[in-house]
Structure formats: structure tokens, C-alpha cells
């Protein structure tokens, strides 16, 4: 399987990614600055975190609107696996690609910590390997991860099981029904504030984001 | 421009030094450059001989003080770099842009030296966060402005302090460290040494935002000082991410000669410096620098300390490459210059030259030989009254913010970035982050105006001291430090003597560990002329740490139940410059003694423990004493213990000296192993005890007078709510 971390000017995440997709899983994973993502021959991708073009303007904004973005459309509508982790999920919203808003966190600050989730869905490409209800601990930090919609809109969200993963306890954010982490209708397409490639060495807290990744290939070979 | 509007620190003295030197008057154009390199920011005039007590060479230096960042040899090819800069001035009157600017400033330092930024660490100061309105909104925006700026930069910041004092109150002091990696063969050094090399200038243009920054850091807060917002620079992260991204390509594509950040003093230092560093020269095209504003005078734009901007000196021939890079990144870039063999800096404008200034002189203030005069001594204060219950004295301790949990500040800072964090804020002594070559860095900053008010010989040992206790506690060898002197207007006699004193102490403790200093900075004028308060002195210091083997990290949480509790060193009654004393409004009379030799030897013996394997969590004793010392792992290990406090003193003593002492060679240690630490320890003739047991979900103290309990929810819940108590009370 051929992934491509997608780099926009301000991604800070993108290394850390690709160290967990090359050398933790011995992935076939690339680093692709956004303006060379023009080859539609890879079976996945990933929109790593970090400050697109600086969080100008709306967080995401800018790069949903790049050419890079529209190769991305591309392989989500191919039903492709498409993962947005942090300023990648706020890109894939911008994009239209999941439902929904991402507001300033409730408590108006950037906020860093290892939190407990939950799964709520297994069948989407990236949550596949987990158990459903099975609880997860991931770091957040980001400042601009209060997901937002109409109660109508939730309420289709969880009947259509795009809610991939919740807070488990504590709401970090005030973030609608505790969502940290949602998916498009085909389950495909994945957008999560948690940053998986930030619990993957025990050392440095856990080991629960290797899933994460491992779900792209058990949704590949299915 | 003349010399008058300009405002100028130089004296007559060095006026007519520099017109001996030159032979002429210069003119409007060189007076602002030498103003600006002269200036006691750039040119540590008055502090560069002092500071030459200092020990610099060891095994491990590569590069020392002198350069932009020191530099460490850790093995396997690979190099760490550190430094520190303050930016106290600007953050005084413009605390989120003065704040945001120096993590910018110190990035570039690691940067110069083409080694890749991972972490940075702050150490803040600011006034009576209980007590003053201005002092809470001066914190807010320091915070947010680290936060805004080194987020959006991708590097974490992974530790650092917050002390609170009055004395910070018209003046806080914000210090940031950096820390870098990098590989050996690619280590950059700031400095011109070929001639026809190209000089850049890349990132960010050249605006009036920082002009006078040096200059306007080189003398004393005024009641106008608010007026002076220009003289703080505008940060701005993105172009900084991708000036980052820039000069990391070009210096591992080998095309750099050198490279150097642009801070202090602008055009005219950064030139200046890697001229003389070189023994070269460097005409200067003035027409070619992108400027914000049409209409900037010559004078604005050598001295303009715009953020976001390096200079690279590339090699002869390599232009191509570079194009190709800043293209790829969409960062500005313009040939401003070449390197030449005059020795000159040579300013044209339009070929037409407007400044030519011999490079030496330029680049080297002459020395001012300021006076020191020890301070009178001041009146005895008596002892307090002995409480009659220690238990509110404890609670107070661990709401008092210097002692309190800066989870409202940590929380902000994306302190997981680069996945290299093991030990989290909060979590232990110092900061431990992954190195490359599968070795492991312990980093940590410290500081203690109270200590270094009442005997800044003495204060400044203990902080370096304190400094490297902490890196020991977490499994590491200390191995080189960065000290950073914060005092008032040198003019001032009894300032100047103190400033000497705390480089002195400083100086005595590193020869005795041994531990070279790589690195540093002076800020002096921390002083407004409003309430003509000088700041405490407030040296504070940055140890770096090495760790061979992942099992020797430590963190401070209790860990299991039934381990038994060693406390390494003897309590005595020293209380002065206590946080417990400045609980109850007192300073005391002196700080606790620093038997260096005592000192180092109990840091190899602990680290000796952690290296056989004994010991499961560790925590150096400071701020607080023993009772906060406790407190702390019993709150990070949401675990209680039984602790015997009154085995550890020397002699009988009040119960409140024994609990709040701040006396130095103190650990907590726990072990499954108690005799064999204790064996351990005895072979250096450490003193050390068993005194509990880690059981239960309380803290149980046993005191000479009496026995203390508290919950370790109710600890927990004091030192955590406190900061953002006072801060944010609408918050849950």
C-alpha cells in the first residue's frame, strides 16, 4: 500500500507521521509537498496537523481551496482511505469532504493533553481494527476542535454511525455530543482531532494511534 | 538622521573612541550602527569580562559562548545546540508580541547553527498574580504569545518556571531556551570567510517594527515606555515555520558558508559580526533589501530588527540551489551583499557608498569597567512566631503560584510535537526528550530571585545547583549550561557588585561539578524609572542532560504502592529566601548554605542509584522543603504515603523549619530496594535515610510536635485549581 503525507506550507505534523507510517509499520509512505500532489496512483493519504498557510483566514481554509485538496476529492471519491488528523481534519470540513464545523474550543485557549476516547464506529477505514465501545487514550492540541452541528444533523450523524470516536470522559473542548473524531457517509474518508502518531511509542505515553493506521490496511484488504 | 533624534546610549567616552578610532566624525549612518552594535544588548560591554570567569571548555563542547548557540557533542555524529535569550523589555510593554518575538529570536539562534529546533523551555517572572490586575493580564499575554507563536512554529515547549514577585511587577522577565540536533558534519558556524560569497537576506522584510529594539532593551523602563510599542517587533510564526524549512534544506544541501539570525541591532549587528567572526568584509546593497514601507531612511533599515529574517552567506556558485529552494517554500529572498577581503563594512546605496566603518571596530565595544560596591547589610529579621498548625501553612504553599501547578500555562503549549516528549510537563524534575542517536536529553530551567536577593554569590550557586539536581533526578548526567543574568542598571554600584557576585557563584559551582557553560546572555536596566525598583537578581540557568538507557528516566509520581521512601541529605533550619517565609511577607536573612563538594558528590551518588536500577521515581527538594517536595509526588502519583519527617534533620528543630527548609543536596527517592540505595549512598558518605512508605490515599507526616494528614485529593486539588483560580475563576 502507497501513502502520501501531504505537506502544506505550515504542517507540523508531517514528519512525525511518516516516521510512524515508515519506520513503526513499515509502511510504503511518502512525504508530498502540496504543490508535487498531482499523482492519483496512491491507495491512501494523509492531511497531517499543524497551521496550513498559518491558520490564516480559517483554520484549514486556505488549503481545502489548493489544487492538493482536489486530488484528495478525487481518491475520497474512489473510496480511497483519506485520513485529516488534527489541522488535517479542519482542511477535509473546509473541503467539505465530512459534515459538520470546527469552532474555537470552548475554553478560547490552545489546549495540549492525553485524553480518553471511545469508539463508536468500526466500520470505517480507519477504525476498523478497533472494538466498538473499546476506550483509547490519544493527545489533543489544537485550538480550533469544537465540532458543531444542528441537532438535526447530529442526530443523522449518529444514526448513519459517522461518528467514529468520543471523548470518553471529560469534554476538552465543548465539542457536540463529545465527537472528537467523524466520518463520511462511505466511512472511507476520516477526520480526528486526537493525533494517533502522537500514541505510538510506549515510551513517550501509549501505543493506542498504531490502530489508527493499522485500520487503513485491514480496510484495504476487505 | 542626526545623532540627537536618535536618542543614543553611547557616552562620551565611546563617542570619542570611535572618532580616535576612525579618524573622522562619523556620520549619521554609522553613529545609528555603532550605536546599535554598541549598545550593551549586543555588545556585552560591561559584562564580557566578567563573565569570562566562567568555565567553557569540556569534553563534550564543540562550540562555546561566543556564538549564536553553544554546541554539544552527544555522540554517534550527532550534536545538540542550546541557547537562551530574553525578551523582557518588549514583553513589558507589549507582552503577547514581546513574548511571541523572543521564541523567534531563539529558534533563529539554533537555526544559524544548522541544527533542526525540538524543544523550547520558558522561564517566566512576573508580579503578585494574587494581588495586581496588570501583572495577571502581563501573564495571560506572555502565554498566549509563546503559545500562538511556537505552536504555529511546529517546536514543543516542553518545560520551564514561573516565579512570582513583586518586583516584577513594572518589569517581568520572559526568557526562552532552545534547544537543537543536528548531525555533525553539517554544523554551521555564523561567520563570512570567503570572499565573493553572496550575502541573503531571507524571509521577512525590513519594516520600522523593532527599530531601537537594542537600544530601547539598553536602558530603564520610563513612565513613556508604553509609547515605545515600535520598538517591539511584529511576530509572524508562518513565515518563521517556513523560514525554518528554508535555512534547515539549504544548510543540509551544503550550500551555506555561514548563517545568522537577525535580532538585536538588525542589519548593522548580524553584518557586523560575521564579518569580524570571518576577518572579512562585506559591501552591503542597501537598494536590494525588501522594506515594508517605500519610504524607510537608510538608518531604519540597518537597524530595523524586523522578525522572521536570516542572512545566509552562500557559498560562490551555489545561487541556483538557493533559488530553487525559497521558490519551493514562497519565502522572500534578495542579494544584499558580498562577502570581500577589505575588512570593512561598506553600506552603497545605488553604488554610492553612505557608511564604511573598519569591521572591528564595528563589531567590538570597547570595555567599560563599571564599579561595584557591596550593599550595606541589611537590619536582622527575627524569626516568626511558631504557627500553631501547619496544616493551612502547607495548603498555602501549594496555592502559592511560584509553587503551585502551571497546568493553566503547560496546557496551552503543544508540548507532543516531533514526538520526541517522554517526561511531560509536570510529570518530573526536568524535561526528557528522544535524540536521534537513540540516547535521550534531559533539559530544565531554574531560577531563584529570593535566594539571589539576599546573597547573590550564594543564590546563584544554589540555582545552578538546583538546576542540576533537577537533571539528576530524572536519570541524567549534567553536561554543559546556559546562564542568563537579569539585573538591573549597571550604573547602579551595588547592582553591578551583585551582578559579579552571581557570576562568581555561578562560575565557583561549575568548576567545582565540573560543568562548562556553553552559552548565555546578560539583560541589564530591568528597572523603571517610575518606581525606581530594580528587579531582584534574577540569574537564571538552562542544564542540559544526557541518558544512556530509557529504564534510567525518571519521573517524580509515587509509583507503587508498599515501595519504601529514602531521603538523601540532612535538613537543617534554612529558611531564608524561603517561599514559606515570603508566605508570611518575610525575605529572612541569608539562603541556605551550598556545600559544593557535598553537593556534586550526592548528584553522582543519585545518579549512581537511578544507573543501578534502584530507584523508581526521584524529585529534587527545593521551593517548599520536604513538605512540598512530598506533596508534589504524592500528587503526581495520586498514591498517599507515611513519611517520618524527623529522621532527616541534623538536629532537632522547630516543625516548620524541618517541613519548609530550602536546604540544597535534599532527594525523595523511592525504591523496592531500600538497603542497597542506602548502601549505595554510603559508599560516597551521602547522608540518607528510610523514613515511609508509599500506602494509602493520604499523606501522613510525622513532625517533632505533631503528625499531619491530608488527602492527596485535597493536595491535588489545591495546587492544581490555584493558578487557574486566580487567573480565570469562571473556569471550571
Redesign the interface.
Known amino acids: 500500500m502507497k501513502v502520501a503525507v501531504i505537506q502544506f506550507p505550515g504542517s507540523n505534523c508531517d514528519r512525525d507521521t511518516l516516521h510512524v507510517l515508515r519506520n513503526v509499520l513499515g509502511l510504503d509512505a511518502n512525504l508530498i509537498w502540496h504543490n508535487d500532489f498531482k499523482d492519483t496512483s496512491y491507495d491512501a493519504a494523509i492531511l497531517p496537523g499543524g497551521f496550513s498557510f498559518g491558520d490564516h483566514l480559517r483554520a484549514g481554509i486556505i488549503a481545502a481551496h489548493s489544487p492538493a485538496t482536489d486530488i484528495i476529492r478525487k481518491m475520497a471519491e474512489d473510496g480511497k482511505p483519506v485520513l485529516g488528523i488534527c489541522n488535517g481534519f479542519q482542511i477535509l470540513i473546509e473541503a467539505g469532504l465530512i459534515p459538520g464545523a470546527l469552532l474555537r474550543n470552548s475554553t478560547l485557549k490552545f489546549v495540549c493533553k492525553w485524553i480518553d476516547l471511545r469508539v463508536e464506529s468500526c466500520s470505517t477505514a480507519f477504525s476498523c481494527s478497533f472494538e466498538r465501545n473499546s476506550q483509547l487514550r490519544m493527545p489533543i492540541a489544537h485550538n480550533e476542535g469544537r465540532f458543531f452541528a444542528d441537532d438535526e444533523a447530529l442526530d443523522r450523524l449518529v444514526a448513519e454511525g459517522m461518528v467514529v470516536m468520543t471523548y470518553a470522559h471529560e469534554n476538552p473542548t465543548g465539542t457536540s455530543r463529545r465527537i472528537a473524531a467523524i466520518s463520511n457517509k462511505d466511512g472511507n474518508v476520516v477526520g480526528m482531532m486526537p493525533h494517533p502518531e502522537r500514541a505510538s511509542d510506549h515510551i513517550l505515553g501509549g501505543t493506542n494511534g498504531l490502530k489508527v493506521f493499522e485500520s487503513m490496511l485491514e480496510w484495504a484488504r476487505c | 538622521m542626526l545623532v540627537g533624534e536618535l536618542g543614543t546610549t553611547l557616552t562620551r567616552e565611546e563617542m570619542d573612541y570611535a572618532r580616535r578610532q576612525l579618524g573622522r566624525e562619523p556620520n549619521g549612518l554609522e553613529w545609528a550602527m555603532i550605536d546599535a552594535q554598541w549598545s550593551e544588548h549586543c555588545s556585552y560591554k560591561s559584562s564580557r569580562h566578567i563573565l569570562a570567569q566562567l568555565p567553557t571548555s569540556g569534553r563534550r563542547v564543540l562550540v562555546g559562548p561566543g556564538y549564536d548557540s553553544g554546541v554539544i557533542d552527544i555522540g554517534d555524529d550527532y550534536v545538540v545546540a542550546m541557547h537562551i535569550e530574553s525578551h523582557n523589555h518588549p514583553s513589558a510593554v507589549d507582552p503577547y508580541g514581546g513574548a511571541a518575538t523572543g521564541i523567534g529570536g531563539v529558534v533563529r539562534d539554533i537555526l544559524c547553527m544548522g541544527t533542526t529546533p525540538i524543544a523550547l523551555l520558558d522561564a517566566l517572572k512576573f508580579g503578585e498574580i494574587t494581588k495586581s490586575d496588570h501583572s495577571k493580564w502581563i501573564m495571560k499575554n506572555v502565554v498566549r504569545g509563546i503559545?500562538?507563536y511556537g505552536?504555529?512554529?511546529?517546536v514543543p515547549t516542553v518545560a520551564g518556571e514561573v516565579e512570582f514577585d513583586d518586583c516584577f511587577e513594572r518589569n517581568c522577565l520572559v526568557d526562552v531556551a532552545c534547544l537543537g540536533v543536528g548531525r555533525k558534519e553539517e554544523l554551521l558556524l555564523a561567520q563570512a570567510t570567503h570572499a565573493g560569497d553572496g550575502v541573503y537576506l531571507i524571509g521577512g522584510s525590513t519594516g520600522r517594527d523593532g527599530i531601537h529594539g537594542s537600544t530601547f532593551a539598553s536602558r530603564t523602563l520610563r513612565a513613556d515606555s508604553d509609547q515605545e510599542r515600535s520598538a517591539v517587533q511584529i511576530p509572524?510564526?508562518?513565515?518563521k515555520?517556513?523560514v525554518i524549512e528554508t535555512s534547515l534544506e539549504a544548510g543540509r544541501a551544503g550550500i551555506l558558508r555561514g548563517c545568522k539570525d537577525l535580532g538585536g541591532g538588525g542589519l548593522a549587528t548580524g553584518l557586523s559580526e560575521i564579518a569580524d567572526k570571518g576577518g572579512m568584509g562585506i559591501d552591503v546593497y542597501l537598494e536590494e533589501v525588501p522594506v515594508r514601507e517605500g519610504d524607510m531612511g537608510p538608518v531604519e533599515v540597518m537597524i530595523s530588527e524586523s522578525q522572521e529574517r536570516m542572512l545566509f552567506v552562500v557559498k560562490k556558485g551555489s545561487e541556483g540551489f538557493l533559488d530553487d529552494i525559497v521558490r519551493?517554500?514562497?519565502v522572500q529572498h534578495a542579494r544584499i551583499g558580498e562577502v570581500n577581503a577589505t575588512n570593512r563594512i561598506r553600506v552603497l546605496h545605488f553604488r554610492e557608498p553612505i557608511a564604511n566603518l573598519p569591521t572591528p571596530l564595528l563589531a567590538n565595544a570597547p570595555i567599560i569597567h563599571r564599579k561595584a560596591q557591596m550593599p550595606a547589610v541589611r537590619k536582622l529579621e527575627h524569626s516568626p512566631e511558631r504557627p500553631s498548625d501547619l496544616r493551612s501553612p502547607l495548603l498555602d504553599l501549594l496555592a502559592s503560584p511560584t509553587i503551585a501547578s502551571k497546568e493553566w500555562v503547560?496546557?496551552?503549549?503543544?508540548?507532543?510535537?516531533?514526538?520526541?516528549?517522554?517526561n511531560?510537563p509536570g510529570e518530573a524534575d526536568a524535561s526528557v526528550l528522544?535524540l536521534p542517536n537513540g540516547k535521550y536529553a534531559a533539559v530544565k530551567v531554574d531560577g531563584n530571585a529570593r535566594f539571589c536577593d539576599l546573597d547573590p554569590y550564594l543564590g546563584a550557586s544554589s540555582v545552578l545547583a538546583e538546576c542540576c539536581r533537577n537533571i539528576v533526578a530524572v536519570g541524567a548526567e549534567p553536561v554543559a549550561f546556559l546562564d542568563h543574568c537579569q539585573f538591573g542598571d549597571p550604573n547602579d554600584e551595588e547592582i553591578f557588585w551583585a551582578f559579579s557576585k552571581a557570576v562568581e557563584g555561578m562560575a565557583d559551582f561549575a568548576k567545582a561539578f565540573p560543568l562548562p557553560c556553553i552559552g548565555g546572555k546578560v539583560s541589564f536596566y530591568n528597572q523603571d524609572e517610575e518606581s525606581h525598583k530594580a528587579i531582584k537578581s534574577s540569574p537564571v540557568v538552562t542544564v542540559l542532560g544526557l541518558i544512556e538507557e530509557?529504564d534510567d528516566?525518571m519521573k517524580m509520581g509515587f509509583r507503587d504502592y508498599g515501595q519504601a521512601l529514602v531521603i538523601v541529605g540532612r535538613t537543617r533550619p534554612e529558611l531564608g529566601g524561603s517561599e514559606y517565609y515570603h508566605t508570611l511577607g518575610r525575605n529572612g536573612n541569608a539562603p541556605p548554605a551550598l556545600d559544593f563538594e557535598l553537593e556534586v558528590r550526592t548528584d553522582r551518588t543519585v545518579h549512581e542509584c537511578i544507573r543501578q536500577g534502584l530507584v523508581s521515581a526521584s524529585h529534587d527538594v527545593s521551593k517548599g522543603g520536604l513538605g512540598v517536595a512530598l506533596a508534589e509526588m504524592a500528587i503526581a502519583g495520586l498514591k498517599g504515603a507515611s513519611v517520618d519527617c524527623t529522621i532527616t534533620q541534623e538536629d532537632k528543630m522547630r516543625d516548620d523549619e524541618l517541613l519548609f527548609s530550602e536546604t540544597n543536596s535534599r532527594f525523595v527517592l523511592t525504591t523496592n530496594k531500600p538497603s542497597e540505595v542506602l548502601e549505595v549512598l554510603s559508599k560516597t558518605n551521602v547522608p540518607a535515610d528510610v523514613v515511609g512508605t508509599v500506602e494509602g490515599n493520604s499523606l501522613r507526616l510525622g513532625l517533632n510536635t505533631t503528625n499531619l494528614d491530608f488527602s492527596v485529593d485535597t493536595l491535588r486539588a489545591v495546587y492544581v485549581n490555584s493558578i487557574q483560580g486566580i487567573l480565570e475563576p469562571w473556569?471550571k
Open positions: 503559545a500562538d505552536n504555529c512554529i511546529g509572524d510564526p508562518f513565515t515555520k517556513l519551493r517554500y514562497g503547560f496546557r496551552q503549549y503543544d508540548h507532543e510535537v516531533g514526538i520526541r516528549t517522554i511531560k528522544k530509557p528516566v473556569q
